[in-house]
Nanobody, 113 residues
């Protein structure tokens, strides 16, 4: 499975971005778990949102109520990010796992104050 993340960019605080993760070589609906992670400079990579095969969803406390994860029938996963804050600035990675983890290449999100 190959994952391609896109949709990052520069946005002002309070703005929105929509990240997309396109999968090839396998169906996202066959994955045990899919998720979005982020890594800010000097910090460890952290889980932002995840969705399981039976559609259970979890979010990091810091993004609850602002971010929405979804899987789509065109074999993509999206992360809708609203009310963005400067502390959301990071490289965002999509991940899929099915016994083995697959990672996308990352997309930069920068939120200016």
């Amino acid at each position: 499975v190959q994952l391609q993340a896109s949709g990052g960019g520069l946005v002002q605080a309070g703005g929105s971005l929509r990240l997309s993760c396109a999968a090839s070589g396998g169906s996202i609906f066959s994955m045990k778990t899919m998720g979005w992670y982020r890594q800010a400079p000097g910090k460890q990579r952290e889980l932002v949102a995840a969705i399981s095969a039976n559609s259970d969803i979890s979010y990091a406390e810091s993004v609850k109520g602002r971010f929405t994860i979804s899987r789509n029938t065109n074999n993509t996963m999206t992360l809708q990010m609203n009310s963005l804050k400067p502390e959301d600035t990071a490289v965002y990675y999509c991940m899929a796992s099915k016994g083995w983890s697959y990672w996308g290449q990352g997309t930069q999100v920068t939120v200016s104050s």
